[in-house]
């Protein structure tokens, strides 16, 4: 039987050259593993790249992993006991090992290891190294962290040992899943949601058999919830058996229409896509949506119509008296003044009448409607005689002025403990959205001159939206949802009982309104954790937002074009859940084929990465400098890994890890597979095409 010292001998491979914080040298002995070692017991690969080694110290052994194997040519060979250093020898091949230092091996009382991120004791000179054991090994890649429940794949450098993951950290401080088409990206994203679904099912089961927490119902539902922005239409299938809700722009088969109606949209987005300048366009905007919001919180028509009759008019006096003498004097076009004036009394009278019979209008507004109408009869009466009513001065327009501001003050104060008062611009309160460009456009038509100018092209981009077949079923859809109904079909509803799994395809969404629609979702769900948090003392509500092609969304560079104010729109706000979203329980999954392309607020704000086979030197130098600590020199094998194989690092692994990800069934993957152009070819698959059939769907 060998001693513990005659064991430990036998593993020894060689000896610490040279050691730097960021790379250890290492000599192999002449006699160390060519291509396959037994030190360890059983037959093993080494030395191999992102294989790992030992060099014992004295609080363990330090873990390095192999990031180089070379050869130098020596004068004499390394000769090992009493020899004869004295004989002549021809040239011998020295191998030698470049080591990044990863972490200490701890061995417990139990005669278990545990593995430690860092190293506070660095080897010297002239130290053994090892090949670790079949249960170091493990060690190293199994129990490495608390709390690892899911498993996703295998180690194949490490005895195949069983790669697992802590949800909490691959969700809860973002995750970026980067990699060249077909490498397996897609795959990933899909196991890691289903395996993490599955074995949360599983546990919740063996708890409520343990009767630790009670049985909900007789399904067990996992109160998750995956938000997945799916711009090519991959994963409408995936998560059928899981219970997902498939949002399209045209459903079919139990899938539920898109909608993100645009009065969900808050003041920057509709700016973004309207195009609205910032000086004229927007603050007129923002006015339209906070005046039509209000009016349709009042559950009486004439009250939402006397309203804007107040604001409207105050806004026209309000411009007039500003201008000062020129806007009453006689000059081409001031006999607008007059009109106005008439036009107060013609409508002031009319609601009167309706107010009359209205019995929600109280009193004191009515009688203000009627002092109001006088004191426009008289103003205007006093000046008939004038041509051009060019006699008016700036205190009667300042006494009608406030007398339609008092009139006003009175609504607010009978509606002070309604919705309406705490309404803003960017409140998700509904409204007909066909009703938007009239009302934009009676404001226009009121302040008149310049202003009316510049509000025409605002005007027509509305209404062409709302008048294209393709943007309406998404914007403003005949049959309208409550905010309360969105919340529940896009994140949720109580305890994930509509299914924990949204897939919001957006393959047919025009291009014109997808950064849009993406920058809604994302805000409004990143606005919904932080409310839910606000409210239930301080809890979370742990929610991840997955990013299929992410580029398309978060580009660090965005060209001069007529989309580009979408675009920031929507980078701006993932870049926001990239900073915030973790205090609040958010989490995020970008996948993406170009990282060199992505926001480089988002990617730094990632804290694991799971990498696949990376060709483009721009993209392969961008996450060397993204990767945490020293490991940067690891990644030298991403253009040549396999399919399916990805190197797991960061937060969620404490040293990186070649993982080989668990095959999902057929059925169960994203619709990414590489076209079969060979066996069409050859006619092995039949592809029959109907370009009628896709003419009508394409028209509708």
Not at 248 to 253: F, G, L, T
Not at 668 to 691: A, H, L
């Amino acid at each position: 039987m060998n001693t513990p010292i005659e064991v430990l001998s036998s593993l020894v491979i060689g000896t610490v050259e040279s050691v730097s914080p960021s790379d250890i040298r290492v000599l192999l002995e002449p006699d160390a593993p060519q291509t396959t070692s037994i030190n360890a017991g059983i037959p093993r690969g080494f030395p191999r790249i992102n294989g790992y080694i030992l060099i014992p110290n004295e609080q363990g052994a330090v873990v390095g992993i192999i990031s180089w194997i070379g050869i130098e040519r020596s004068m004499y060979p390394k000769r090992i006991g009493l020899k004869d250093f004295g004989l002549i020898d021809l040239p011998f091949p020295i191998r030698k090992l470049s080591v990044v230092p990863l972490g200490t091996l701890i061995r417990q009382n139990d005669n278990s290891y545990e593995l430690q991120r860092g190293i506070s004791v660095f080897p010297s000179v002239g130290d053994k190294v090892c090949i670790p054991t079949a249960l170091q090994l493990r060690s190293i890649v199994e129990a490495s962290g608390e709390n690892r429940r899911v498993a996703i794949g295998k180690a194949p450098l490490a005895e195949n040992a069983i790669v697992s993951i802590d949800p909490d950290k691959i969700f809860g401080r973002h995750l970026a899943i980067l990699g060249n088409t077909g490498s397996g990206k897609s795959c990933s994203v899909a196991g890691l949601i289903r395996w993490s679904l599955e074995q949360a099912k599983k546990e919740k089961s063996e708890l409520i058999k343990k009767k630790i927490i009670q049985e909900d119902d007789k399904s067990i539902h996992v109160n998750a919830r995956f938000i997945i922005l799916d711009p090519n239409g991959e994963y409408s299938k995936t998560f059928i058996d899981l219970g997902s809700r498939v949002f399209k722009v045209q459903p079919r088969n139990g899938e539920e229409q898109l909608t993100v109606p645009a009065w969900l949209w808050n003041t920057h987005e509709w700016g973004a896509f309207a195009r609205a300048q910032t000086q004229v366009q927007r603050p007129v905007l923002i006015q339209a949506l906070k005046g039509i919001k209000e009016g349709y919180t009042l559950k009486e028509p004439i009250k939402r119509r006397m309203i804007r009759f107040i604001k409207g008019y105050m806004m026209l006096l309000g411009g007039i008296i500003k201008q000062g003498a020129l806007g009453y004097s006689e000059s081409p076009g001031c006999h607008r003044c007059g009109q106005i004036l008439e036009n107060i009394v013609t409508d002031a009278k009319t609601y009167f009448y309706e107010s009359r019979e209205e019995n929600t209008i109280p009193s004191e507004i009515k009688s203000s409607l009627n002092e109001l109408k006088s004191i426009c009869e008289e103003t205007v009466a006093r000046r008939k005689y004038k041509t051009y009513f060019n006699s008016f001065n700036e205190t009667e327009l300042r006494q009608i002025h406030g007398k339609l501001k008092s009139i006003l003050m009175l609504f607010q104060a009978d509606e002070s403990g309604s919705e309406s008062s705490n309404i803003d611009a960017d409140s998700p309160v509904s409204f007909n959205v066909a009703d938007f460009p009239d009302y934009l456009e009676q404001i226009s038509d009121e302040a008149g001159g310049n202003v009316a100018n510049n509000l025409q092209y605002l005007i027509m981009r509305i209404r062409t939206m709302l008048s294209d077949k393709r943007f309406s079923y998404v914007v403003a859809p005949e049959n309208d949802i409550t905010f309360e109904e969105w919340l529940e079909s896009y994140i949720g509803k109580n305890m994930a009982q509509n299914g924990p799994i949204a897939v919001i395809d957006l393959s047919l969404v025009p291009s014109d309104l997808l950064h849009i629609i993406a920058a809604v979702i994302a805000r409004i769900v990143f606005e919904a954790v932080q409310r839910y948090k606000k409210l239930n003392e301080g809890n979370e509500l742990p929610t991840v937002l997955v990013l299929e092609e992410a580029h398309t969304f978060i580009k660090r560079t965005i060209e001069d074009d007529q989309n580009s104010a979408a675009s920031i729109e929507c980078r701006n706000i993932f870049e926001r859940i990239a900073r915030e979203g973790r205090k609040f329980g958010l989490g995020l999954i970008l996948s993406s084929q170009r990282p060199s392309e992505l926001s480089q607020t988002v990617l730094s704000q990632c804290n694991t990465f799971l990498l696949h086979r990376i060709v483009n030197d721009r993209d392969q130098e961008l996450v060397r400098k993204l990767v945490p600590d020293n490991l940067g020199g690891l990644l030298t094998e991403l253009p040549s890994l396999p399919s399916g194989e990805a190197i797991l690092m960061g937060w969620a692994s404490p040293i990186p890890v070649l993982v080989k990800m668990k095959e999902l069934p057929k059925h169960m993957r994203p619709e990414s597979s590489d076209p079969k152009f060979w066996d069409v070819w050859r006619g092995i698959e039949e592809r029959r095409i109907d370009w009628q059939s896709i003419a009508d769907d394409w028209r509708q």
